[in-house]
């Protein structure tokens, strides 16, 4: 499996908030669903930032097509010199739908999270040492909420 890595200068060098936007102009620069979907989740991924859960563990993105995709943000002094390297992606990765944003997060805040997201089925949470699955389906599978009607009592 092949594998594209970005480091994102943040704070100080930018808000994590500006970071969040930066993270967006390199996934999705162009106006369309990928980057209405990004946008939309932008509290909660400065959040992520802001935390520094993804300095270590990175954002993880899983396009319909093409290597998986990890970005990781820099934070203090170093975030300067991360300012300098940061490079354009050579393609469009969320241009096909399919694509599967996933976002590092401690323990203690995954259920707050997970509920601002459940409106969002492309971008999910992951607590900071879970790994990502290599299939975007599975993932997105594993993600959602599954009743069987047949169990269900009509009264």
């Known amino acids: 499996m092949s594998v ?15 970071t969040w936007q930066a993270i967006v102009d390199l996934l999705a620069p162009d106006a369309g669903p990928a980057r209405t979907a990004l946008l939309a989740v932008a509290g909660q991924g400065a959040v992520t930032i802001a935390e520094e859960f993804t300095s270590s563990p990175a954002i993880v993105i899983l396009p319909a097509t093409g290597p998986r995709i990890r970005i990781r943000t820099v934070h203090g002094s170093d975030s300067f ?3 300098e390297s940061e490079t354009p992606l050579s393609s469009r990765p969320l241009e096909q739908s399919g694509w599967h944003l996933s976002l590092p997060c401690a323990e203690d805040d995954l259920d707050e999270l997970r509920t ?3 409106g969002h089925p492309q971008i999910s949470v992951r607590a900071l040492d879970d790994d990502v ?23």
Do not use: C, G, K, Y
């Open 4 to 18: 594209i890595a970005r480091r994102i200068a943040s704070v100080p060098h930018r808000t994590s908030s500006q």
């Open 116 to 118: 601002a997201l459940a």
């Open 81 to 83: 010199d991360a300012a």
């Open 133 to 155: 699955p290599d299939d975007a389906q599975a993932h997105a599978q594993a993600a959602r909420i599954v009743i069987n009607t047949d169990e269900l009592e009509l009264s």
